[in-house]
């Protein structure tokens, strides 16, 4: 898969998390957020020339290893990535429920760490949203 076929499922998760918390949804939207961040980050791994790995727990360590501790993502966008998965997993596994506080946090928090990866290693991505159809 190309980086940004990645990218492009990243903001296509984004936007999806936004609709389910628009319907109160907070699993659903937690999930969706955090895939929004993990193919994000599978991006910009891909872009740069690392592997993405084969499983989550890959994928979130080669992101911090390869990009956040001595690169160029800020150590932030790599604690916003961990923190959504520890949501994303209470969402798919746990009994309770995402509150819906949580969600819009996380959602928020996607939208942010995807237009970062975007500006930050695929600008030309990022200035598809100015361009008219």
Do not use: I, W
């Amino acid at each position: 898969m190309k980086a940004q076929s990645l990218m492009a499922k990243a903001v296509q998760a984004a936007a999806s998390a936004r609709v389910l918390l628009d319907t109160g949804d907070g699993d659903g939207a937690s999930n969706r957020a955090y895939y929004a961040m993990f193919d994000a980050a599978r991006a910009v791994l891909l872009d740069s020339g690392f592997d993405v790995g084969k499983t989550h727990r890959g994928v979130l360590n080669a992101f911090s290893d390869r990009l956040v501790k001595n690169g160029p993502v800020p150590q932030e966008m790599g604690r916003l990535l961990k923190r959504a998965e520890t949501f994303r997993y209470v969402a798919d596994y746990e009994g309770n429920p995402v509150e819906l506080n949580d969600a819009k946090e996380m959602v928020e928090q996607a939208e942010t760490f995807v237009a970062s990866m975007r500006a930050g290693f695929m600008p030309e991505e990022s200035n598809d949203d100015d361009k008219p159809c």
